[in-house]
């Protein structure tokens, strides 16, 4: 079995300010992980840079993902290889609806014509597993939705485009209960369904709950800091990033 993602010693620069530091990380096939880190820990940078946004310089280290050397690769390409970003903050597409954009993406993924029926049909299905009305698919993408829509509107992506490894910034953040728990079903669906492998950055433990959490990271100051299992989400939930921030200043 060949590697998956592993990220060595990574480090990688905005606008001249170093924002990750020798960051490595390993996720194998199927797995989940969980990134945990304080505001500003640097937990966006480093999914956009798995991403391969321009916005971020890599100036040390290297990513691999399936063996495949991809630290210098554009973002396209790499989407191509199966990775997904799903952003903190949504973007909006006037002019483009919720159903063409995600048939578009599809297309260009996978390089082939995907069949109107059978697009609608799935397309269907994986809204109604979201609970998300069907009229949302005539909707231009993500244009006067709600914070929640925006989120639900990430969660139907990830179903509908099925890539291998798929991040997930902050997905969860403010939503109610019950959108949490959609989203989590969505989650948990391309986890044991769909058989996706996850990085998942969150604050909220909840959004854990029903699913097989195989690794916990702390990212502190650009730096990995501690990593452990599942357990590791509770701790810092109960007792926050303190003792790392203490472990920073020594
Ligand atoms: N494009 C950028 N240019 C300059 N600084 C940036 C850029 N993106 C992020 N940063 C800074 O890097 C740090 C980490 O940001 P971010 O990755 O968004 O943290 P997190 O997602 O953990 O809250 C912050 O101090 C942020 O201001
Ligand atoms: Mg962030």
């Not at 990574?10 to 945990?36: D, F, N």
């Not at 500003?40 to 399936?66: D, N, R």
């Not at 939705?145 to 969860?172: H, V």
């Not at 728990?181 to 969505?186: H, R």
């Amino acid at each position: 079995m060949s590697e998956f993602l592993k990220i060595i010693d990574l480090t990688a620069r905005a606008e001249e300010k170093e924002l990750l530091h020798q960051v490595s990380l390993e996720i194998q096939e199927g797995e989940t992980h969980v990134l945990l880190g304080p505001n500003g820990a640097g937990k966006s940078t480093l999914g956009y840079t798995i991403m391969g946004s321009p916005e971020y310089e890599v100036t040390g280290g290297k990513i691999y993902f399936q063996g495949d050397d991809i630290t210098e690769e554009g973002a396209d390409k790499r989407a191509k290889r199966g990775i997904f970003l799903s952003f903190q903050n949504p973007i909006e597409i006037p002019g483009i609806t919720v159903s063409n954009f995600l048939r578009t993406a599809l297309e260009q993924l996978t390089g082939e014509r995907i069949k109107l029926f059978d697009f609608k049909k799935r397309l269907k299905n994986v809204m109604d597993t979201l609970q998300m009305d069907q009229s949302y698919a005539d909707r231009d993408l993500n244009v006067g939705f709600s914070g929640g829509e925006k989120k639900k509107a990430e969660i139907l992506q990830l179903l509908m485009l099925n890539p291998r490894l798929a991040i997930l910034d902050e997905t969860d953040s403010g939503l109610d209960v019950d959108a949490v728990k959609t989203v989590s079903k969505g989650i948990e669906e391309f986890q044991k369904k769909q058989g996706g492998s996850l990085l998942i950055i969150t604050h909220n433990a909840k959004i854990l709950e029903a699913l097989k959490v195989d690794k916990t990271h702390v990212l502190v100051d650009g730096r990995i800091v501690a990593e452990g299992g599942p357990e590791l989400v509770e701790d810092v939930g109960q007792n926050g990033f303190e003792k790392y921030l203490d472990k920073e200043s020594y």
